[in-house]
T-cell receptor, first 112, second 115 residues
Framework: RKEVEQDPGPFNVPEGATVAFNCTYS??????FFWYRQDCRKEPKLLMSVYSSGNEDGRFTAQLNRASQYISLLIRDSKLSDSATYLCVVALIKAAGNKLTFGGGTRVLVKP | ETGVTQSPTHLIKTRGQQVTLRCSSQSGHNTVSWYQQALGQGPQFIFQ???????GRGNFPPRFSGLQFPNYSSELNVNALELDDSALYLC??????????????FGEGSRLTVL
């Protein structure tokens, strides 16, 4: 089983619709969680951190479920510019060294 | 622009050769991490350097090695190149190793092709 798993998609989303997808992680000791966005042939960029209580940033909502070991991202009122690959990142911080694990990414295509 | 620069942007090597990739971190950042991203996959963590010392490592063999310099720039060295090493190599800098703020600032990457 992969340490961090995502549905690769693509999720084909009509413009204006809502889309949601999850990311599961296997190490229950993981401490920090993030969503990154990667456009085609570009570098990843931070979209948002994921907090235990859930958090919202404009049209984007992130949730963390520690009991079931997954994080989620919901995009409301999808825009054409939301088309990208969304990468979840799980961080394990240890005195012996840190480990940062990316999921394989979920591809989202927003269509007119 | 993130302020993280990588060089070279593209390079072609043959099996068995060695390669050095370079990364200049964003001003004020003391931590650099390196990732390998194969086509269609997410970035895979290679290692992280904090204040010139390795501070974490992913599941990569010892032929992947690195350095961080006093100015916090970094190098990734790969020896005995294999065909599967063909990938985009991403460098990311951050303000510290703990990722409490969560933001990794990525460079545009070095695309390595091994023939």
């Amino acid at each position: 089983r992969k340490e961090v798993e995502q549905d690769p998609g693509p999720f084909n989303v009509p413009e204006g619709a809502t889309v949601a997808f999850n990311c599961t992680y296997s190490n229950s000791a993981s401490q920090s969680f993030f969503w990154y966005r990667q456009d085609c042939r570009k570098e990843p960029k931070l979209l948002m951190s994921v907090y235990s209580s859930g958090n919202e940033d404009g049209r984007f909502t992130a949730q963390l479920n520690r009991a079931s070991q997954y994080i989620s991202l919901l995009i409301r009122d999808s825009k054409l510019s939301d088309s990208a690959t969304y990468l979840c990142v799980v961080a394990l911080i240890k005195a012996a060294g840190n480990k940062l694990t990316f999921g394989g990414g979920t591809r989202v295509l927003v269509k007119p | 622009e993130t302020g993280v620069t990588q060089s070279p942007t593209h390079l072609i090597k043959t099996r068995g050769q060695q390669v050095t990739l370079r990364c200049s971190s964003q001003s004020g950042h003391n931590t650099v991490s390196w990732y390998q991203q194969a086509l269609g996959q997410g970035p895979q963590f290679i290692f992280q350097y904090y204040r010139e010392e390795e501070n974490g490592r992913g599941n990569f063999p010892p032929r992947f090695s690195g350095l961080q310099f006093p100015n916090y720039s970094s190098e990734l060295n790969v020896n005995a190149l294999e065909l599967d090493d063909s990938a985009l190599y991403l460098c990311a800098s951050s303000t510290g190793p703990g990722l409490t703020t969560g933001e990794l600032f990525f460079g545009e990457g070095s695309r390595l092709t091994v023939l």
